[in-house]
């Protein structure tokens, strides 16, 4: 776990733009996160931004035989660290705004249930929405997104992004904070992916 931590805070000291906290998720936070997971069938989970790989043990627990754990992670040093220490995880070296392009080279269909650290309050407008889009394409059409916000995130920023997800999801929902999290923080829980949503000339 040290070795987790150090890894994490070089990489927060060296890009903070692209972990939003010099610490990694915590135990109880990856825990909830990881609650969105179906424990039934054999589900593929794509989690963006595996840092150390916190949120990775989560999800593997709540796992059945057959589901497949993908962890798309664009840091040289936290890929290496999650392939040496977690060879059960399927580590996609690569950055999530090339999401479906990583997942079609390796061969993921359909995905059931995508997690996300990623800062998306730290990340220009333009660049937010159009990764936030081509998630919600890659999800089934039951699918669930969830990602993190800090409660030390700027608020104007907040609202932003849950414009987009509202944008791209029929229900939003946020939970309540999780205090013991370092920062404190909260899930945006959506589901409906708009995509999926036929109009309603073509439904009928």
Avoid: K
Avoid at 157 to 173: A, I, K, S, T, Y
């Amino acid at each position: 776990m040290l070795l987790g931590h150090g890894t994490f805070l070089r990489r927060a000291l060296r890009r903070p733009d692209l972990t939003g906290s010099p610490v990694p998720t915590g135990t109880a936070l990856a825990v909830e996160i990881a609650a969105v997971v179906p424990r039934t069938g054999s589900p593929t989970v794509v989690e963006l931004g595996a840092g150390t790989g916190v949120l990775s043990d989560a999800i593997r627990a709540r796992l059945g035989p057959g589901s497949r754990s993908v962890a798309v992670e664009v840091d040289a040093d936290f890929v290496a660290y999650l392939r040496r220490t977690r060879p059960w995880l399927e580590v996609l070296h690569g950055d999530a705004a090339d999401l479906s392009s990583l997942l079609t080279e390796a061969g993921v269909g359909t995905v059931d249930a995508i997690v996300s650290s990623l800062p998306w309050t730290l990340l220009p407008p333009a660049q937010r929405r159009a990764m936030l889009a081509d998630a919600a394409r890659t999800l089934a059409p039951d699918g669930v997104f969830a990602t993190i916000t800090t409660l030390t995130a700027v608020p104007e920023r907040v609202r932003d992004l849950v414009r987009c997800l509202e944008g791209e999801f029929l229900d939003v929902r946020p939970t309540s904070p999780v205090w013991r999290n370092l920062p404190p923080a909260r899930l945006y829980v959506c589901r409906g992916p708009r995509h999926a949503v036929l109009p309603v000339e073509e439904a009928g």
